[in-house]
T-cell receptor, first 112, second 112 residues
Framework: SQTIHQWPATLVQPVGSPLSLECTVE??????LYWYRQAAGRGLQLLFY??????ISSEVPQNLSASRPQDRQFILSSKKLLLSDSGFYLC???????????FGPGTRLTVT | KQEVTQIPAALSVPEGENLVLNCSFT??????LQWFRQDPGKGLTSLLL?????REQTSGRLNASLDKSSGRSTLYIAASQPGDSATYLC???????????FGEGTQLTVNP
């Protein structure tokens, strides 16, 4: 069966510090991978998605970037965090663009 | 631009009651619609996926319907239990791209 992992579970970082969040998927090959952010009162917003290694599509211009160095690894990064980057970050995967999406446990990021 | 609305924002019911959660979307050109459950501080759990060609899907006490032409979906929960307490999110996938557009959710409380 497929499993999706995210770490860390929680993170408190000062403004201006770098960020690296990691997501890995087990039990599947060549999944589509997604990064979402859930901010209070704003619902879930798609940030990035990837259909293959090194292929990243950005949905929203922002202070963040994503990379996919391996087939089942998806990384969300920032060089300098802003207060507005605080939120709950969720990674998801699907077998293809038209299939059901499955979500990881999330990372709670607080920028202070 | 697709917009997804969920009504009500919050709902409190006594245990055993049957209930309906509503989801509406502005652009009927969707590929599928997915219902999720989110417990506080946790990731999303996929409940049901309805393809655009389908009218409904059932899983246990849950039944989701889709009326694409009117831009509506409902999630019916039979014989509600305290363990059903969570936020329920609907999301639509449009016919092009990988994006899921989410509603802001209905926060359900089932009182014992």
């Amino acid at each position: 069966s497929q499993t999706i992992h995210q770490w860390p579970a929680t993170l408190v970082q000062p403004v201006g510090s770098p960020l690296s969040l990691e997501c890995t998927v087990e039990g599947t090959s060549n999944p589509n991978l997604y990064w979402y952010r859930q901010a209070a009162g704003r619902g879930l917003q798609l940030l990035f998605y990837s259909v293959g290694i090194g292929q990243i599509s950005s949905e929203v211009p922002q202070n963040l970037s994503a990379s996919r160095p391996q087939d089942r690894q998806f990384i969300l990064s920032s060089k300098k965090l802003l207060l507005s980057d605080s939120g709950f970050y969720l990674c998801a995967w699907s077998e293809g663009s038209s299939y059901e999406q499955y979500f990881g446990p999330g990372t709670r990021l607080t920028v202070t | 631009k697709q917009e997804v609305t969920q009504i009500p924002a919050a709902l409190s019911v006594p245990e055993g009651e049957n209930l309906v959660l509503n989801c509406s979307f502005t652009d009927s050109a969707i590929y599928n619609l997915q219902w999720f459950r989110q417990d506080p501080g946790k990731g999303l759990t996929s409940l049901l996926l309805i393809q655009s060609s389908q009218r409904e899907q059932t899983s246990g006490r849950l039944n989701a319907s889709l009326d694409k032409s009117s831009g509506r979906s409902t999630l019916y929960i039979a014989a509600s239990q305290p363990g059903d307490s969570a936020t329920y999110l609907c999301a639509v996938k449009e016919t092009s791209g990988s994006r899921l557009t989410f509603g802001e959710g209905t926060q359900l409380t089932v009182n014992p």
